[in-house]
């Protein structure tokens, strides 16, 4: 069983930024796609970004040109990098990794981001 594990998540101003972090139990190579999904309340989880394997990214219109994904391999992490934050982006955010080949999908236990002055 894989453990995803999120980090980051915090009560910041209008404008400022946040890094939030997802600690993989094994090698992230083994992951066909990663990426971090969000729900706000009394809303449907959707798509925030993710990254395939092959390195292709897809970002949701609303965070474009705002965050950004890294994968660091040595450390088995996803981190979602997010700037220019707005009331709107409040939520709690959840980390996914699938395995199509072996057909897992994994999800973190979501880390909770206030966007608020």
């Known amino acids: 069983q894989v453990q995803l594990v999120e980090s980051g998540g915090g009560l910041v101003q209008p404008g400022g930024s946040l890094r939030l972090s997802c600690a993989a139990s094994?090698?992230?190579?083994?992951?066909?796609?990663m990426g971090w999904y969000r729900q706000a309340p009394g809303k449907q989880r959707e798509l925030v970004a993710r990254?395939?394997?092959?390195?292709?990214?897809n970002y949701a219109d609303s965070v474009k040109g705002r965050f950004t994904l890294a994968r660091d391999y040595a450390k088995n992490t996803l981190s979602l990098q997010m700037n220019s934050l707005k009331p709107e982006d409040t939520a709690v955010y959840y980390c996914?990794?699938?395995?199509?080949?072996?057909?897992?999908?994994?999800w973190g236990q979501g880390t909770q981001v206030t966007v608020s002055s």
């Open positions: 996914n990794a699938e395995s199509f080949v072996a057909g897992d999908d994994y």
């Open positions: 094994r090698s992230i190579f083994s992951f066909s796609v």
């Open positions: 990254i395939i394997a092959g390195g292709s990214t």
